[in-house]
């Protein structure tokens, strides 16, 4: 028999409790109020607070907040450090070169050092006070229809066993209905992922492409040179990836005798023994970052994928009922390694497109759709023009790369080939028969559990809670693949990229192999479901509030 569900309009629903998401709901409060309407909009996030699943760089570009709000700092805008002063660095395995001329979008003038996770909340508590219906703890698990027209989301239902039984606190999910849908579900969006598949966003588009970031926040010393030092924000790239694996590292100064860091992966690479979290302890334990860290502890840890495509992975904006913003629409600028002020703009564009629509009556794609000219004709456009190219100069191997990326810079990001191809990050492992791409990477030992974690202290820092009795969010539709083919081609690479030991493979005495999942561990960084070389991993979302608890990364 078909649940009884509770059915609640609004006039405009943002899933997704990022700062697009949060900048859009402002917004809107905003422009209503001067138009002197009253409207209606809930904002649902699937962590159990907002911000807990809130995790970057992060350094902010204020350009999008100051046209938000002006006041920001009057209104106790959570800032770690004011100013960046930057250096940057090529890593040998234990030396050093300070790159002496840095290209004018590295550098970070003006910026602010935040944590995602803290500034979010804080955005939560302003778009309430401007009465906007925010309610954590709550997961959108279904687009809901009129034809092709969304018309809002289903919640999950929560308090369903392991089996698919109602537990005796079952609550079935809640339709929430809308006007105007807008998904902000940062990278790899489940619900985008069902939009895709039956409205063809992503369709002549190129395909959508992620890298994947371990981060911490350490507190160091006060004695430490790095706390009286005047650089606050320092870039690596080189060791532990070497230059034909994109990546690098990063550390922040943070108030407080805190740093963040963090280390990046892009995960087009190839060798299926690589593991981003033991390159992350790689880069920690070089001599740079180790001198810097050294006498500290660890406070926090996450992971957390970011979109890397850029300009030409971004999907159609605008559909019959529904916006995409932020990291979900793939605007995160990778050449300058922001996405906060593009999302807060997305969201903002996306908030006056819906006023407008809201004055006319008229929610249709092509009235929404004057959205992807706003964007268009902003600033975001502007810079991930610029940058179109540029995660793909940074994929190609070796010195090249510094060519490619010359010509780029040179010709405002048009460089030799335009638009350089994308592939997709599930189809770039090489087998681990092909010896050269399967080298094993050192493995680093003498983790003291309190500044060198193995991954399950790191989950522990996280925060990472689920309840234990629901179905499982991980969804692979053939275990059989994992230790036939995925085993004896790539060794289970799931065991390795995800950060949170979440896969386990199993063998008997008599070599039977099996895949264990420990879904509980989950930190909802979305790599299984993008790296797995057969496609084989669906993410769905577990019951609202469940996944990590950051509040300072
Ligand atoms: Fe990330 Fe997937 Fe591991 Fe969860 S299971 S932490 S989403 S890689």
Redesign the pocket.
Known sequence: MEETREALEFDVLFVGGGPANLAGAIHLMNLAQQAGKEIEVCLIEKAESIGSHSLSGAIMDPVALKELMPDYLDKGCPIETAECRDEFYYLTPTGKLKVPYTPGYMHNDGCHIISLSKYCAWLGEQAEALGVMVFPGFAGTEILYDGDRVIGIRTGDKGVDKDGNKRPNFEPGVDLMAKVTVFGEGPKGSLLRELGKKLGIFDGKMPQVFETAVKEVIEIPESSPFVASKTTVLHSFGYPLGLNTKGGGFLYKMKDNRVALGFVVGLEYENPLLEPYQAFLNFKKHPLIAGIIAGGKVLQQG?KTLPAGGYYSMPRLAVDGALIVGDSASMLNIQRLKGVHTATKSGMLGAETIMAALESDDYSAETLGSYQQKIDDSWIKKELFAARNFGQALSQKGFGKFITIGAQYLTGGRGLTDPMPIEEDSASLKKVSDAAAAEVPAEVQNLDGKLYLDKLTGLYLSGTTHEENQPCH?VIPDTNLCVTDCYENYRCPCTL????Q?YELEEESDGTKRIKLNPS?????????IKDPYKNIV?TCPEGGGGPKYSIV
Do not use: D, G, M, R
Request: aromatic letters at 12%; proline letters at 6%; hydrophobic letters at 40%.
């Open positions: 992971a991980l990229f995800c950060p949170a979440v561990n989950c930190l909802h960084c979305k790599t299984c479901e993410w």
